[in-house]
């Protein structure tokens, strides 16, 4: 067949099958016994709990394509500027109304699912902070990936889908619901029960692919050219610098970091599991409850000869999570809110400090503690590659680039004062901007006039851009709810 952008594909002829009597022997290992295994296995073929899984059992044992990787757009087309300019300090113009912080009441959410007596034959494993423990039938625990073809696909699949998985599936789901995660956290909370479950990477995917598909989620599983696992993803939006390949006109991404290197063709089938059509969804509109590991961190930034402090708490557990992030589009980080502690803490020192000062006055103090009580420093130089943060990340972190620093400055003037303010992106940099009625230099978003405010142009204030952006149109905007 004809190649395309995407990568071609092309009939595949199905992987070598080993003999039955071969692939029992060298896996009886993993079933205690020749003799238990084959009759796990035996079993198998006729006891299927669900006709669907009976159908998909027989399509897996169909011929596979070949599939090419593509490698998905850079976040940015050019490199951010490595060192960012400074305006001299100047005295904030006094314009507009007096802004009152009115700080938001604590929205009642459940604490974090407690430890719980777990059986002893329970599988147990910490989740950001909170043991969790799921009951897993041994027939689970003994499927394995031999041999290493779709054969050995079709023969884990079968064990699995013939093990009494209704339990565990409740408690996912039941878990998930308590702690309010979101699809990436559902994601997350299944790597790491497969991971607990098995010492193999293949076993693990092979066992998420086989619950995340069982919770409606679009997952692909796939072979690499080395003969191990890979997991192709249907995402919501888009994952950027990600291998993916197209499916039947739709973007599958492998999200694990594992094998990479090793997935420029694959091969797979092209129909989903059935009812499996939901794509990975990583909005985060409410934080996930998490255990609570509190640490305190104090920032401060001087200005006209006056020291301005901060001191404000965060989750440690809630970091973690949020590190875990891949590359996804910037309207996720955007819109994602502050914990409320956090929130809290920051909005009472800033009320402290612009009470009763006008619009503009007030706007340009958090501007300049957004500007001025981090450093900067682009994500390779700190990390190794690209990493949007959300707001309470840029918090938490000494150093910071561009968008993180929008981010947070979007996410503090919409929740402190109710203001309308996109993100606004270059082909090399990302800056704000506020539809307030001041002067200044601005830019036009869906025919409406909004003015610059760049928290990355150290002692810039409202309506002043760094200059060789000034004669530039935009990219795209960041919307924010």
Same mark, same amino acid.
């Given at each position: 067949?004809?190649?395309?952008?995407?990568?071609?594909?092309?009939?595949?002829?199905?992987?070598?099958?080993?003999?039955?009597?071969?692939?029992?022997?060298?896996?009886?290992?993993?079933?205690?016994?020749?003799?238990?295994?084959?009759?796990?296995?035996?079993?198998?073929?006729?006891?299927?709990?669900?006709?669907?899984?009976?159908?998909?059992?027989?399509?897996?044992?169909?011929?596979?394509?070949?599939?090419?990787?593509?490698?998905?757009?850079?976040?940015?087309?050019?490199?951010?500027?490595?060192?960012?300019?400074?305006?001299?300090?100047?005295?904030?113009?006094?314009?507009?109304?007096?802004?009152?912080?009115?700080?938001?009441?604590?929205?009642?959410?459940?604490?974090?699912?407690?430890?719980?007596?777990?059986?002893?034959?329970?599988?147990?494993?910490?989740?950001?902070?909170?043991?969790?423990?799921?009951?897993?039938?041994?027939?689970?625990?003994?499927?394995?990936?031999?041999?290493?073809?779709?054969?050995?696909?079709?023969?884990?699949?079968?064990?699995?889908?013939?093990?009494?998985?209704?339990?565990?599936?409740?408690?996912?789901?039941?878990?998930?619901?308590?702690?309010?995660?979101?699809?990436?956290?559902?994601?997350?909370?299944?790597?790491?029960?497969?991971?607990?479950?098995?010492?193999?990477?293949?076993?693990?995917?092979?066992?998420?692919?086989?619950?995340?598909?069982?919770?409606?989620?679009?997952?692909?599983?796939?072979?690499?050219?080395?003969?191990?696992?890979?997991?192709?993803?249907?995402?919501?939006?888009?994952?950027?610098?990600?291998?993916?390949?197209?499916?039947?006109?739709?973007?599958?991404?492998?999200?694990?970091?594992?094998?990479?290197?090793? %997935? $420029?063709?694959?091969?797979?089938?092209?129909?989903?599991?059935?009812? #499996?059509?939901? =794509? !990975? +969804? *990583?909005? @985060?509109?409410?934080?996930?409850?998490?255990?609570?590991?509190?640490?305190?961190?104090?920032?401060?930034?001087?200005?006209?000869?006056?020291?301005?402090?901060?001191?404000?708490?965060?989750?440690?557990?809630?970091?973690?999570?949020?590190?875990?992030?891949?590359?996804?589009?910037?309207?996720?980080?955007?819109?994602?809110?502050?914990?409320?502690?956090?929130?809290?803490? %920051? $909005?009472?020192?800033?009320?402290?400090?612009?009470?009763?000062?006008? #619009?503009?006055? =007030? !706007? +340009? *103090?958090? @501007?300049?503690?957004?500007?001025?009580?981090?450093?900067?420093?682009?994500?390779?130089?700190?990390?190794?590659?690209?990493?949007?943060?959300?707001?309470?990340?840029?918090?938490?972190?000494?150093?910071?680039?561009?968008?993180?620093?929008?981010?947070?400055?979007?996410?503090?003037?919409?929740?402190?004062?109710?203001?309308?303010?996109?993100?606004?992106?270059?082909?090399?940099?990302?800056?704000?901007?506020?539809?307030?009625?001041?002067?200044?230099?601005?830019?036009?978003?869906?025919?409406?006039?909004?003015?610059?405010?760049?928290?990355?142009?150290?002692?810039?204030?409202?309506?002043?851009?760094?200059?060789?952006?000034?004669?530039?149109?935009?990219?795209?905007?960041?919307?924010?709810?």
């Amino acid at each position: 067949m004809p190649q395309n952008r995407d990568g071609g594909r092309k009939l595949f002829n199905q992987f070598g099958r080993f003999s039955f009597v071969t692939a029992l022997f060298l896996t009886s290992v993993y079933a205690g016994s020749f003799a238990e295994f084959k009759k796990v296995q035996t079993g198998s073929f006729n006891s299927f709990k669900d006709k669907k899984d009976s159908e998909f059992n027989k399509y897996l044992q169909q011929q596979w394509e070949e599939y090419s990787a593509y490698i998905s757009t850079p976040l940015y087309k050019k490199k951010k500027p490595k060192t960012v300019p400074a305006l001299h300090q100047k005295k904030v113009r006094s314009v507009g109304p007096n802004l009152v912080i009115k700080i938001k009441p604590f929205a009642e959410k459940k604490s974090a699912p407690q430890e719980k007596k777990i059986k002893a034959d329970n599988t147990v494993f910490e989740f950001f902070g909170t043991s969790l423990g799921f009951d897993v039938d041994k027939k689970i625990k003994n499927a394995n990936f031999y041999p290493r073809t779709q054969k050995g696909i079709e023969n884990f699949f079968s064990v699995v889908a013939t093990s009494d998985y209704d339990s565990l599936l409740y408690g996912i789901e039941s878990t998930c619901k308590e702690m309010h995660l979101n699809d990436w956290g559902v994601y997350l909370l299944i790597n790491r029960l497969s991971y607990t479950l098995f010492s193999t990477p293949d076993n693990e995917k092979l066992l998420s692919w086989f619950l995340l598909n069982k919770l409606g989620y679009r997952v692909r599983v796939a072979l690499g050219a080395d003969k191990h696992i890979v997991l192709l993803h249907s995402v919501k939006g888009k994952i950027y610098s990600t291998p993916n390949y197209t499916l039947d006109n739709r973007k599958f991404y492998v999200i694990s970091k594992y094998n990479k290197e090793n %997935i $420029a063709k694959v091969y797979t089938y092209k129909n989903d599991y059935p009812d #499996a059509t939901k =794509a !990975l +969804d *990583f909005t @985060l509109k409410t934080l996930p409850v998490l255990a609570k590991k509190i640490q305190t961190k104090t920032v401060s930034f001087k200005e006209h000869g006056k020291v301005y402090t901060f001191s404000y708490r965060y989750n440690q557990n809630l970091i973690d999570f949020m590190k875990t992030y891949p590359q996804v589009e910037y309207k996720v980080f955007f819109n994602t809110p502050l914990e409320y502690e956090t929130y809290k803490d %920051i $909005a009472s020192d800033i009320k402290k400090y612009t009470e009763n000062k006008k #619009a503009s006055e =007030a !706007l +340009d *103090f958090v @501007l300049h503690f957004v500007q001025k009580a981090f450093i900067y420093e682009r994500d390779q130089e700190q990390f190794g590659r690209e990493k949007v943060m959300f707001a309470e990340e840029t918090l938490y972190y000494e150093k910071s680039d561009c968008e993180d620093r929008a981010v947070l400055y979007a996410r503090l003037v919409k929740d402190l004062f109710g203001i309308g303010i996109v993100g606004v992106q270059y082909k090399d940099h990302m800056s704000t901007a506020l539809h307030v009625p001041m002067a200044g230099e601005s830019v036009q978003v869906s025919g409406q006039r909004y003015v610059v405010a760049d928290p990355t142009y150290i002692n810039a204030s409202l309506g002043q851009s760094i200059p060789k952006y000034r004669s530039v149109i935009p990219e795209s905007f960041v919307y924010i709810k």
